[in-house]
C-alpha cells in the first residue's frame, strides 16, 4: 500500500518568493496535518485539516497556510519566504482527527531551503 | 503551552546493551505519550503509546514505555539493543482528553549502536 507522498521532495526558493507542498494522504484517511522540522529540533505542528476543515493551528504566522481537496489531499503555502522558514516540512495522515485508534502516518518530507 | 524534554541528545550503546531514553513533559492535565522512531533515510514511525490503562505500553520490535504521572515522564526502554536500532527517537505528546492530533515534539535522541 502506498504511504504518504509529499511533493517535491526537495526545493530551493528565494526569500521573498512564495512556496506551495504537497501531500496526498494515505487512501481512505481524511485527516491531513503538517509539521515544520528545523534541523536539530523536534517537528513543530503547523496545522491539522479534517473532511476540509481546519482543525488546528500552531504557532506560525499567517504567511502559512493551508487547505484540504475533496479527495483529501493537501498544500500547504508559504508567503514571503524568509531564511528561517528552511526546514524539512512533514505531512501526516490519519484515518479520524482524533482517537487511540487513528495513529498519525508520516510522509518523507519536503525539504525546503531559503537563500 | 505544554513543552517535552528529551535530555540525551546523542546516545551511544553497544550491541546487545540495555537502553533507557528519558522523556518528561510539562502539562499538569491529561495527556497521551507517543514515542516515534526515525531511521536513516526513512520516515517518522510510531513506536508506542499511551492514552489510558496501563502504564507501561508495550510497542513494535521489543520496545516497551512506562508512564509515571507524578514524575511527567514517559522514558523509552529495550532491554537488548541491536545494530538496526540506530535511529533517531522522539517523544511526543498530545492533549489528551480530545486525542486531536496537535503534537508537541521533543528535539529528539539520536542513537547509535556499534557492533
Known amino acids: 500500500d502506498a504511504g504518504v507522498t509529499q511533493s517535491p521532495t526537495h526545493l530551493i526558493k528565494t526569500r521573498g518568493q512564495h512556496v506551495t507542498l504537497r501531500c496526498s494522504p494515505i487512501s481512505g484517511h481524511k485527516s491531513v496535518s503538517w509539521y515544520q522540522q528545523v534541523l536539530g529540533q523536534g517537528p513543530q505542528f503547523i496545522f491539522q485539516y479534517y473532511e476540509k476543515e481546519e482543525r488546528g493551528r500552531g504557532n506560525f504566522p499567517d504567511r502559512f497556510s493551508a487547505r484540504q481537496f475533496p479527495n483529501y489531499s493537501s498544500e500547504l503555502n508559504v508567503n514571503a519566504l524568509l531564511l528561517g522558514d528552511s526546514a524539512l516540512y512533514l505531512c501526516?495522515?490519519?484515518?479520524?482527527?482524533?482517537?487511540?485508534?487513528?495513529?498519525?502516518?508520516f510522509g518523507n518530507g519536503t525539504r525546503l531551503t531559503v537563500t | 503551552a505544554q513543552s517535552v524534554s528529551q535530555h540525551n541528545h546523542h546516545v551511544i550503546l553497544s550491541e546487545a546493551a540495555s537502553l533507557e531514553l528519558g522523556c518528561n513533559y510539562s502539562y499538569g492535565g491529561t495527556v497521551n505519550l507517543f514515542w516515534y522512531v526515525q531511521y536513516p533515510g526513512q520516515h517518522l514511525q510510531l513506536l508506542l503509546k499511551y492514552f489510558s490503562g496501563d502504564p507501561l505500553v508495550k510497542g513494535i520490535k521489543g520496545f516497551e514505555a512506562e508512564f509515571i504521572k507524578s514524575k511527567f515522564s514517559f522514558n523509552l526502554r529495550k532491554p537488548s539493543v541491536q545494530w538496526s536500532d540506530t535511529a533517531e527517537y522522539f517523544c511526543a505528546v498530545s492533549l489528551g482528553g480530545t486525542g486531536r492530533r496537535a503534537l508537541t515534539f521533543g528535539s529528539g535522541t539520536r542513537l547509535q549502536v556499534q557492533p
Open positions: 501526516a495522515s490519519s484515518t479520524r482527527d482524533r482517537g487511540p485508534d487513528s495513529p498519525l502516518h
